[in-house]
């Protein structure tokens, strides 16, 4: 099988050594996306703000791969403190609802997030 790089203006580059997705075969790995703005800050400061934020990179890196969010399989939710879960899935779930077509998830508190963002998400999708 073939790697495919994907890429899109509409999201941040990457800031490191790594690409904002790879499609091999039927498949979409994202990297871990965190709210950045245009300018690569991060400029919202609410775990609402930042999950919405993230979750659109990642709607228009899928798009860009000609596929969706309705697509993806499994999401991977890193949090900075896990008491900010019910607002973080409050937000998760304007975008993937609480049915049978949601994806699988796993969600992790961890200890520091790049930029000290509070909220990185990482899927993957169906081509």
């Known amino acids: 099988m073939s ?5 899109t ?3 941040p580059q990457p ?7 790879v499609q091999i ?3 979409i790995y994202t990297s871990g996306q965190i709210p950045l703005d245009a300018a690569g800050q991060i400029s919202v400061t609410t775990v609402p703000e930042q999950t919405r934020l993230v979750i659109t990179h990642l ?3 899928l798009e860009a791969a000609g596929s ?3 697509k993806v399989v499994k999401a991977t939710v890193f949090l900075k403190d896990m ?3 019910a607002q973080m899935n409050q ?3 304007e975008f993937f609802s609480p049915t049978e077509n949601a994806p699988a998830r796993s969600t992790i508190q961890v200890a520091r997030l790049p930029k000290d963002a509070l909220v990185e998400i990482e899927v993957v999708a169906e081509a």
């Open 3 to 7: 790697k495919k790089i994907i890429r």
């Open 25 to 27: 075969g039927n498949l």
């Open 83 to 85: 008491n900010d879960f």
């Open 68 to 70: 969706s969010l309705s």
């Open 91 to 93: 937000v998760y779930t």
């Open 15 to 21: 800031i490191g050594p790594y690409n904002q997705a």
């Open 9 to 11: 203006n509409n999201a």
């Open 59 to 61: 709607k228009n890196i």
